[in-house]
T-cell receptor
Framework: DGGITQSPKYLFRKEGQNVTLSCEQN?????MYWYRQDPGQGLRLIYY???????QKGDIAEGYSVSREKKESFPLTVTSAQKNPTAFYLC?????????????FGPGTRLTVL | AQSVTQLDSQVPVFEEAPVELRCNYS??????LFWYVQYPNQGLQLLLK??????LVKGINGFEAEFNKSQTSFHLRKPSVHISDTAEYFC?????????????FGSGTRLSIRP
């Protein structure tokens, strides 16, 4: 079955540590996205990539980094520079280009900083 | 720039009652409109979308929404809700005809169904 997988489902990190969240899709989508979700704030865009080897900052990119070396993978690193990283992180993908561009979401990773 | 406002952060309703979740958007250009649903501790799932044509859009699970350009609204409705509809609902907007694939999400409405 085609879809988006995120791992791990739950992640705990000590302050000062970097941590990488995995996102993989087998939908053959060109575009991929990372969102952060906090209670009562909806989804905020961290980074997005419209094609392999290219990505752009979203609205809250500070303290995060990404790479897009393969079409199916878009890992997100939460660095120690991110002051408040505890949140629910969602990865999404879409066909891309000037289409209707419906986004398909993974199940999410809940990150907790101890 | 586009923005989305979901006027109600929480909506409690009784089972089998009708429900309307309100969404208003702001944009100086044409937009596509979406409603997504999120069940607890899961990702978002597309309920329905308006691209063009008929302003009444039907989606999954018996939901429908009506695009009203003059009022810049895209309210979500269901005539009779079930316990399984308990979830958070997000309205979203995206520019038409743009290769930049950013979608703007509202802050969400939590729908709670009482038996």
């Amino acid at each position: 079955d085609g879809g988006i997988t995120q791992s791990p489902k739950y992640l705990f990190r000590k302050e000062g540590q970097n941590v990488t969240l995995s996102c993989e899709q087998n939908l053959n989508h060109d575009a991929m996205y990372w969102y952060r979700q906090d209670p009562g704030q909806g989804l905020r865009l961290i980074y997005y990539s419209q094609i392999v080897n290219d990505f752009q900052k979203g609205d809250i990119a500070e303290g995060y980094s990404v790479s897009r070396e393969k079409k199916e993978s878009f890992p997100l690193t939460v660095t120690s520079a991110q002051k408040n990283p505890t949140a629910f992180y969602l990865c999404a993908s879409s066909i891309g280009g000037p289409s209707t561009d419906t986004q398909y979401f993974g199940p999410g990773t809940r990150l907790t900083v101890l | 720039a586009q923005s989305v406002t979901q006027l109600d952060s929480q909506v409690p309703v009784f089972e089998e009652a009708p429900v309307e979740l309100r969404c208003n958007y702001s944009s100086s250009v044409s937009v596509y409109l979406f409603w997504y649903v999120q069940y607890p501790n899961q990702g978002l799932q597309l309920l329905l979308k308006y691209l063009s044509g008929s302003t009444l859009v039907k989606g999954i699970n018996g939901f429908e929404a009506e695009f009203n350009k003059s009022q810049t609204s895209f309210h979500l409705r269901k005539p009779s809700v079930h316990i399984s509809d308990t979830a958070e609902y997000f309205c979203a907007v995206r520019r038409t005809g743009s290769s930049a694939s950013k979608i703007i999400f509202g802050s969400g409405t939590r729908l709670s169904i009482r038996p």
